[in-house]
């Protein structure tokens, strides 16, 4: 735990006074407790029932200056953890503290950017977060300093956003800014910490990960406030503002949508967050603002804490203030003492204690180092993995940039398409300006033709008078004239008005309907010439007809009247084409003026998509090529591992190689997949990259196993191994070259990895346990069987001895019948026990199998425990071989041809071997269980049995053997002499036979293991050594279970001349 090095003057010097003064003193000294436990240099998340009690201090004080008295004083720039826990720390002070808080840390703003902008400078993982951590800080204080109607924790109504907010547009529209910055420093903070995370669940739940974690928990706290408050604005800005005005707030408010959504969602994925705060759920997509009946539709998230559960309270130490030394100096004194004088009497180390003190210190300095290592190399995996995440984010974002050139390219197209349409209206409406003209042309033709007829009528007026007289005759047909021309006059009245009507409507029918009335003008001067021509023929009616003729002039002044009016009508009509031949000309220069900004956007914008396409095809490549340099560095380590000396404890299993090359031989498929689909669309790197990243991390183990797998196989088998693993990383780490030269990138072939990952299977099936070639689904009859043939064996044995026990009641008699019938029951009662024992062994397996298997068969479940499988066979044959020999030997020594050594050594098999089948059901056995239980029992049982045996074999031994009384009173010096020497070459040649019979038994012993061991590791036997004769079929012992691959520690080898060696324990 981090101490608090400099303390307040006011803490040392208060004394306890009175009550006031001693509470305050223990107030005090309870949050300098609480600091120290919460702001510590150790890498774990801070405990809550310390933040807590630092929380009420502040409530109890009404401030934060305690907290800040003691703040001041750590070490923040001597450790990035310590400043990290001092910023998350500070942020739940802010959030749940007493409001003065938030004016207290005002004063300290300058301390908190200095500490941020000290770490921000270094290289260290924890220093980056501290830095983005302070920013944030910062910020939080100065917004709720400018808006003090959000309190810390960011928790208002409605009602408080409204007024908070006002009627003031400009102050709605900075405050929505400002709720904006805020949040991008929120999401900047959990994208920091993302990135120096992985996101497997294990990693939240080791210190390390929770430590980077904690603070995100007050993070989703503020965020989900944060959105729901600007999701609020931005609609009300919508309803004051247009939507052009608030395009760059959308776009912001979108991008941080996103962002938020991808936190929630990554949140909530890990396990650490679910059993400390409920994380809401955002919508699928962003709020429409466009349309306001979307703000019915927002839901506000709540995020909720569940109730903590109380803590062990553990004793709180108050914090030594005096002078006195720390606990750890009496060591260092006793460390100097002897320095100087040397150890106590009888501590005296020799050289090889010290050698071996120094050697236990090189490992210990070899394993930190090696820890570093791992360290550094996840911090830059790490690294890479956030370049990765970053190219790909930049990789979408350019791809939606180009989806939105599209989709403005496709928009020009329109608005393109639609002045052309515009264009060809306008030459249309050219069309109809040049026929009205045409039309105007031929009216004022028509009008002067008129006008001379007028002239006409006017000097004809005379002859009319001089011919009055002939008009009488014609005084019918001058009435019916009149008539014709007042019914004329009205209908050119009606048509005049139409015409009035619709002159700028019709523009067509105002010219058909002045032709029509230019044709009845002319009809009509044509009955007029008629009219004439009949006056002349009636001057005599003179004065009757003048007043005709007074009337026809009124009619004339009318239609000429009429005449005037239609011009003026036709000037009104050509003035309105010049205004729409104007307004077209205009319309044709602006639309030409568009089409050519258009054109130029256009030609913009395609240049600006050729020019991103150029730019996505150098990402992806740079993207293929920083993975193909990473997957060639990988390559290269496990290549020079080949080489290292380091490796070479190192051991691996020849199906742990074999499924290792199966599965690099499988990715070599993805990887010319990925590459053909690479040079067919070069924008598209991603299935090349995840292909080559598989297929280099396979390759690399591959690799590596297959230099360990080496290490215990025989000198030619390992050669060609070690030769075609080095083949496999010369042609990857060629390929690999060739992928990162965009030259060569479309000849490269990896298609030539197949042949040495086909040798290195090859070999790896070569090398493994030839006892493994029964097939993996006749494992579970194989087992049962040999349970059945144990169980067997044993009911024959008890058989057997009840048979031999009748027999020697019949044959023998006193001593000798009750020593055999002492021996037998022994017997007897040791393969009951046995039996009971095997039993129950196979009571215990049903159980395994019953709640291992799960929905798969029981053959299915022996098949994948092979390893467990073939454990139990061979305990089981053990037990029945043993009791079949115990049988045996019982009945020789019965039947007087047996040896009492053979037996014991029986019995003591036969215990060996129940031991070994309690160990194979034992594994995998569940330590609550009955059976076990039952099991562990009946094994002492047995050992006790056997050792009864033994027992009632030496006791018969000694009682049968004659032991002659040494007598030597009779012989002479010479002859005591001759005897003496004759004993002590006995004895010498019996040393020798012993000495020969215990290397004889090691050696036994030690062929035994290599042949039990031989199925797992193939190349533990040495080449050299001849493999012992086989037994005969009836004598033989069947193989033990499988040996660990892992290779013997030199300061366990045990001294052969005793003919022991170490027992290794059966894995299953």
């Known amino acids: 735990m981090n101490s608090i090095k400099n303390v307040p003057a006011r803490v040392l010097s208060r004394r306890p006074g009175h009550s006031l003064e001693a509470e305050r003193e223990q107030f005090d000294k309870t949050q300098a407790i609480s600091i120290s436990k919460a702001i510590n240099s150790q890498e774990a998340p801070v405990k809550e029932k310390h933040a807590r009690r630092i929380i009420l201090g502040t409530h109890h004080e009404k401030g934060a200056f305690t907290f800040w008295s003691y703040a001041i004083g750590l070490p923040l720039p001597s450790s990035s953890i310590l400043s990290w826990k001092f910023c998350h720390v500070l942020h739940k002070v802010l959030r749940d503290g007493h409001p003065n808080v938030l004016h207290d840390c005002q004063r300290y703003r300058s301390n908190i950017r200095e500490i941020g902008d000290l770490w921000g400078h270094l290289r260290d993982q924890y220093g980056h977060l501290v830095n983005v951590y302070t920013k944030l800080l910062l910020t939080k204080i100065s917004f709720h300093l400018k808006h003090p109607q959000f309190p810390a924790g960011l928790e208002v109504t409605d009602e408080v956003l409204e007024k908070a907010a006002g009627t003031d547009v400009n102050n709605i529209f900075q405050l929505t800014v400002e709720m904006f910055d805020y949040m991008d420093c929120e999401l900047k903070l959990s994208e920091s910490v993302f990135r120096q995370l992985n996101t497997a669940i294990a990693v939240s739940q080791m210190s390390s990960g929770q430590c980077r974690l904690a603070p995100l928990i007050q993070v989703i706290q503020d965020c989900s406030h944060l959105y729901h408050y600007t999701v609020k604005l931005m609609f009300k800005l919508h309803s004051c503002l247009p939507a052009d005005t608030l395009q760059g707030h959308r776009d912001r408010f979108h991008e941080q949508f996103h962002s938020l959504k991808n936190f929630f969602r990554r949140a909530s994925d890990m396990l650490y967050f679910k059993r400390l705060i409920q994380i809401p759920r955002l919508p699928e997509g962003p709020p429409n603002f466009l349309r306001a009946s979307a703000l019915a539709e927002h839901i506000k998230p709540v995020v909720v804490i569940p109730e903590e559960t109380p803590e062990d309270e553990e004793p709180e130490n108050l914090i ?20 100087t004088f040397g150890p106590p009497n009888g501590s005296v180390k020799d050289d090889r204690d010290l050698q071996i003190e120094n050697l236990k210190r090189e490992v210990e300095s070899l394993r930190a180092e090696l820890e570093k290592i791992k360290m550094e190399a996840q911090r830059y995996i790490s690294q890479l993995k956030g370049q990765v995440n970053a190219l790909e984010a930049e990789l979408e974002e350019q791809r939606k940039q180009k989806q939105k050139a599209l989709v403005d390219n496709e928009q020009l197209r329109h608005e393109l398409a639609q002045l052309k349409a515009m264009q060809l209206e306008g030459a249309r409406n050219q069309g109809l300006r040049e026929e009205a003209e045409r039309k105007a042309s031929a009216t004022e033709a028509r009008y002067s033709k008129l006008k001379e007829k007028h002239n006409e009528l006017i000097n004809t007026h005379a002859e009319l008078l001089r011919k009055n007289a002939d008009t009488a005759k014609q005084l019918t047909v001058t009435q019916q004239s009149q008539e014709e021309v007042a019914r004329v006059k009205e209908q050119l009245a009606f048509q005049m008005e139409q015409v009035k009507r619709e002159s700028e409507m019709k523009m067509e029918e105002q010219s058909d309907q002045l032709e029509k009335l230019r044709r009845e003008l002319a009809a009509k001067a044509g009955e007029l010439a008629h009219a004439q021509e009949t006056l002349s023929r009636t001057e005599q009616n003179g004065s009757e007809l003048s007043s005709r003729l007074d009337t026809v002039c ?48 256009l030609a913009e914008k395609e240049a600006q998509e050729q020019g991103l396409r150029q730019k996505l095809l150098d990402e992806q490549f740079a993207v293929l090529r920083s993975a193909a340099a990473e997957a060639e560095a990988i390559l290269q380590d496990a290549v020079s591992k080949l080489d290292d000396p380091l490796h070479l404890r190192c051991t691996s299993s020849p199906d742990y190689l074999v499924s290792r090359a199966q599965a690099a031989l499988d990715t070599v498929s993805a990887l010319e997949k990925g590459h053909t689909q690479y040079l067919t669309s070069s924008e598209d790197a991603s299935a090349l990259v995840a292909a080559l990243t598989r297929f280099s991390h396979l390759a690399a183990d591959t690799i590596v196993n297959g230099g360990a797998t080496s290490h215990l196989a025989p000198t030619d088998p390992a050669d060609r191994l070690i030769d075609t693993c080095r083949e496999c990383g010369a042609r990857a780490l060629e390929l690999m070259g060739q992928l990162q030269d965009r030259t060569v990138l479309p000849r490269a072939q990896p298609s030539l990895m197949r042949t040495p990952l086909q040798g290195i299977l090859q070999l790896g099936q070569d090398l493994k346990p030839k006892s493994l070639d029964v097939r993996q689904e006749e494992l579970g009859a194989m087992v049962d069987k040999e349970m059945a043939a144990t169980s067997a064996a044993i009911e024959d044995a008890v058989r057997r001895i009840e048979d031999m026990m009748n027999q020697a009641r019949h044959e023998s008699s006193g001593v000798k019948l009750e020593v055999n019938e002492r021996i037998l029951n022994s017997c007897t009662d040791l393969m009951k026990a046995i039996r009971l024992l095997v039993m129950t062994s196979t009571s215990l397996q049903k159980e395994i199998v019953e709640s291992g298997r799960g929905a798969a068969t029981q053959q299915e479940f022996y098949a994948k425990n092979s390893r467990w499988t073939e454990g139990l066979i061979s305990a089981s044959k053990a037990v029945g071989w043993g009791a079949t020999q115990l049988v045996e030997s ?59 045996v033994v027992a009632s074999t030496r006791s018969g031994q000694e009682q049968i053997e004659d032991r002659d009384t040494m007598d030597f009173s009779g012989l002479s010096l010479i002859k005591l002499k001759k005897q003496e020497m004759e004993t002590q070459v006995r004895v010498l040649e019996l040393e020798k036979t012993l000495e020969a019979e215990r290397v004889r038994l090691g050696e036994l012993r030690k062929q035994h293991y290599v042949l039990a061991g031989v199925m797992g590791t193939p190349g533990e036997q040495e080449p050299s050594r001849p493999s012992p004769a086989p037994r005969s079929s009836a004598t033989k012992k069947p193989p033990l279970a499988q040996k660990p691959s892992i290779a013997p520690r030199p300061d366990n080898q045990l001294n052969k001349k005793d003919g022991v060696y170490p027992a290794q324990l059966v894995n299953y």
Do not use: W
């Open 554 to 601: 009124a009619e004339k002044d009318a239609l000429s009247g009429a005449v005037r009016q239609r011009e003026a009508e036709l000037l009104a009509a050509q003035s309105l084409v010049r205004e729409k031949e104007d307004a077209l000309s205009q319309e044709q220069q602006r639309s030409a003026q568009e089409k050519g900004e258009l054109q130029g956007r």
């Open 320 to 339: 030594e203030i005096s002078s006195g030394p720390p606990a750890g100096e009496p060591v260092v004194v006793a460390d100097l003492f002897d320095q």
């Open 890 to 948: 019982a009945d020789k020594v019965v039947l007087h041809m047996g040896k009492y050594e053979e037996l014991m050594v029986c019995s003591h098999e036969v215990a060996a071997s129940t031991a070994q089948l309690v160990a194979a059901s034992k594994v995998k056995a569940d330590k609550h269980s009955t059976h076990l239980s039952r099991l562990q029992e009946c094994s002492r049982t047995v050992n006790e049995r056997a050792a009864n």
